[in-house]
């Protein structure tokens, strides 16, 4: 048994739990430069999002009211 902890300790190092995990670093993110247009797009991809989102909380309603009119 000793034999085959000394071997999975050494061919298996990172399988060891560790004592004392790496803390996780925060990423300070920095502003958009929009002298790609990426900021422009990224509104639009927003609006977009945002307009089928409501068709979709619409259609939920639609849904709901025609099982409360079935009565379910």
Not at 13 to 20: E, G
Not at 22 to 46: C, F
Not at 56 to 70: C, Y
Request: aromatic share 2%; charged share 30%.
């Amino acid at each position: 048994m000793e034999v085959i902890k000394t071997l999975e300790n050494n061919e298996f190092p990172s399988a060891k739990p560790d004592k004392n995990p790496p803390t996780p670093t925060r990423i300070k993110l920095v502003p958009m430069n929009d002298s790609s247009g990426s900021v422009q797009l990224l509104h639009m991809e927003i609006e977009r999002l945002k307009e089928e989102n409501e068709k979709l909380a619409q259609s939920v309603r639609e849904t709901a009211n025609k099982v409360a009119v079935v009565g379910f």
